[in-house]
């Protein structure tokens, strides 16, 4: 197979197996000169197969283009129906973070319930990046919290991990971890309270934290937001869209998953981001819509028949064809604090500093 020699937004991807690639809702984990791209393999999410995952898939790289299958580093359960990791769980959205006090590999994963009263953490440890994983605790409510989307993220200087996490619907909270990585502090901070936020994305940059969240209108793309804050907890003070010049408010028809700063270059911050259905486009137009629609159903308002018929027809969440889903990953440039997320249809990360 051809090696890649650029990144192209939106495009196919194939690894170096000529497979697409299937590592979604992800994130990146840096060890050793290497490259790991992890996330939600979605290759049997097909509509009518009951399937929503199947385990945690991972991938190498050395120049963040031409990606080695490295498998499944979390294996569906398929015997257990109420385990998370059946295959028809709503499993999404893997983190991993080493912690240097236990030595071990800590992955998160958000775990949603057929109720909103069930959305919880599973937490799996494991010696090695690349596993065996295995449970240690299957149902983790942070200080009782019911979650949602959410980021983790560990600091190498002071050895402290936080979460920040889509909590109760309307919210989204920080928290300081254990000292084991495997619970949540006492102490929560509530930020953008009854603001309907998911998508939720943190990196750190020159000392100043930075939140990126997108609006909850499922696997349909909507505008994002991003805020920053002179702490890990805040208070974080909104900034608008980074998405530049994005006409259909729909983040370039995408939603962002993880930003990684890279560990060879002066400045290079890169969004990782999902198109979930590419084969759906959204306008300015049907985006001010159906957020218009999501607002009014939070409050439990009356939406007119007509008005829900449509609704109902979008491709929200089940039924949709997630194993075509592509990804769009694209540089962020900064105006003084400010991130700025432009188009590129093709880009490479040689041409940064």
């Not at 159903?297 to 449509?310: F, G, L, R, S, V």
């Not at 997630?322 to 604090?337: C, H, M, Q």
């Amino acid at each position: 197979m051809k090696k890649y020699d650029s990144i192209k937004p939106g495009q196919e991807w194939l690894d170096t197996d000529g497979k697409p690639i299937q590592a979604h809702g992800a994130s990146m984990f840096y060890e050793n000169g290497t490259f790991y791209w992890y996330g939600e393999n979605k290759e049997k999410t097909i509509p009518g197969s009951g399937i929503w995952h199947w385990g945690v898939r991972c991938y190498s790289s050395k120049d963040l283009y031409n990606w080695v299958d490295e498998g499944l580093i979390v294996e569906p359960d398929t015997e257990h129906r109420d385990s998370p990791l059946y295959p028809s769980s709503y499993m999404d959205r893997p983190h991993i973070v080493y912690n240097p006090h236990t030595k071990k590999y800590v992955c998160w994963v958000k775990f949603a319930g057929v109720n909103p009263e069930d959305h919880c953490f599973t937490i799996l440890i494991a010696d090695h990046f690349l596993g065996p994983y295995r449970i240690v605790k299957d149902k983790l409510f942070p200080n009782g919290a019911k979650v949602g989307d959410y980021d983790l993220e560990a600091n190498e200087e002071s050895g402290k991990a936080y979460l920040f996490a889509e909590t109760d619907i309307s919210r989204v909270t920080s928290y300081t971890l254990t000292k084991d990585y495997l619970d949540v502090e006492k102490e929560d901070y509530i930020h953008f309270d009854r603001r309907f936020r998911e998508g939720v994305t943190h990196f750190l940059r020159n000392g100043r934290h930075y939140l990126l969240t997108s609006g909850r209108t499922g696997y349909i793309p909507n505008p994002s937001e991003i805020s920053i804050a002179d702490d890990w907890h805040g208070p974080y003070t909104l900034l608008g869209n980074p998405h530049i010049n994005d006409e259909n408010e729909a983040s370039f028809n995408s939603q962002v998953s993880c930003i990684f700063r890279h560990p060879e270059k002066k400045d290079l911050y890169i969004a990782m981001a999902d198109r979930w259905c590419p084969d759906f486009r959204v306008t300015k137009g049907v985006s001010e819509k159906i957020w218009n629609i999501i607002v009014r159903i939070y409050k439990k308002q009356t939406i007119d028949p007509d008005e829900k018929e449509w609704f109902d027809n979008l491709p929200m969440m089940d039924g949709v064809n997630t194993s075509k889903a592509r990804y769009v990953w694209l540089p962020i440039r900064f105006e003084g604090d400010r991130p700025c997320i432009d188009w590129l249809d093709e880009w490479k990360v040689e041409d940064y500093e």
